[in-house]
T-cell receptor, first 113, second 114 residues
Framework: DGGITQSPKYLFRKEGQNVTLSCEQN?????MYWYRQDPGQGLRLIYY???????QKGDIAEGYSVSREKKESFPLTVTSAQKNPTAFYLC????????????FGSGTRLTVV | KQEVTQIPAALSVPEGENLVLNCSFT??????LQWFRQDPGKGLTSLLL?????REQTSGRLNASLDKSSGRSTLYIAASQPGDSATYLC?????????????FGTGTRLTIIP
C-alpha cells in the first residue's frame, strides 16, 4: 500500500542536541511538507518542498532545517536553536496539482528531557 | 491572512444522532477544502476533499458541503457511532503556484456517547 512513513514514533532530545525526524513516501508525490502540532493550536507549517533539491520556509522555520535529496524523502532536523521543540510533528505529501488533497503520516512525538 | 475557525471546540452527542460540524474561513479565494479526522496521538486521515467549484462531496455516512462565497463548510455525519469519536479538522488550500499552502482550523473534538 502506498503511504507516508514517519519514524521514529517517539523521540527524546536532550538540551543542546540536534535530532532528525524521518519522512518517506511511496506515493510518487512531488510536494512534501512538515507541520508542527501543539495542544490547542492548529497545525503550523515548518518547511515545504515542491521539487527535489528545493524547499521553502513555512511560518515557523526558525530552529529547523530540511533537505530534499530524493523525491521520496524529506527529513526534518530539529536543531538546538529551537527553544521549544516538544510537540507532535506531522509530515505530509501531495501531487503538485491544486485539485489533489494532502496525505499525512502517523506523526513523531518529540519530547525534550 | 487566511484564518480558519471551527466551532464548537468540543461536542458530545448520543450514539445514533445525526450531527453537523462547522468550519469557516475568512478569504474565499481557496482552491479546495479538506476535512480530516485525527485520533489521539495519531496522524491525520483524509475524509473528504471539496474543490472550490464543487458544492458538496459524500463518502458513506459523511457529507461535506462548501459555500465559498460565505466562507463556510459543514461536515454532516449521519447515524453517529462510538467509532466516530475523534478530532475533526478542516483545512483550506490557498496561494499561488509555488507558494501554496494548507491552513488548518483548530478542530472539533467529537465524542459519541454509547
Amino acid at each position: 500500500d502506498g503511504g507516508i512513513t514517519q519514524s521514529p514514533k517517539y523521540l527524546f532530545r536532550k538540551e543542546g542536541q540536534n535530532v532528525t525526524l524521518s519522512c518517506e513516501q511511496n506515493l510518487n508525490h512531488d510536494a512534501m511538507y512538515w507541520y508542527r502540532q501543539d495542544p490547542g493550536q492548529g497545525l503550523r507549517l515548518i518547511y515545504y518542498s515542491q521539487i527535489v533539491n528545493d524547499f521553502q520556509k513555512g511560518d515557523i522555520a526558525e530552529g529547523y532545517s530540511v533537505s530534499r535529496e530524493k523525491k521520496e524523502s524529506f527529513p526534518l532536523t530539529v536543531t538546538s536553536a529551537q527553544k521549544n521543540p516538544t510537540a507532535f510533528y506531522l509530515c505530509a505529501s501531495s501531487p503538485d496539482r491544486f485539485n489533489y488533497g494532502y496525505t499525512f503520516g502517523s506523526g513523531t512525538r518529540l519530547t525534550v528531557v | 491572512k487566511q484564518e480558519v475557525t471551527q466551532i464548537p471546540a468540543a461536542l458530545s452527542v448520543p450514539e445514533g444522532e445525526n450531527l453537523v460540524l462547522n468550519c469557516s474561513f475568512t478569504d474565499s479565494a481557496i482552491y479546495n477544502l479538506q476535512w480530516f479526522r485525527q485520533d489521539p496521538g495519531k496522524g491525520l486521515t483524509s475524509l473528504l476533499l471539496i474543490q472550490s467549484s464543487q458544492r458538496e462531496q459524500t463518502s458513506g455516512r459523511l457529507n461535506a458541503s462548501l459555500d465559498k462565497s460565505s466562507g463556510r463548510s459543514t461536515l454532516y455525519i449521519a447515524a453517529s457511532q462510538p467509532g466516530d469519536s475523534a478530532t475533526y479538522l478542516c483545512a483550506v488550500r490557498i496561494g499561488n503556484f509555488g507558494n501554496e499552502k494548507l491552513t488548518f482550523g483548530t478542530g472539533t473534538r467529537l465524542t459519541i456517547i454509547p
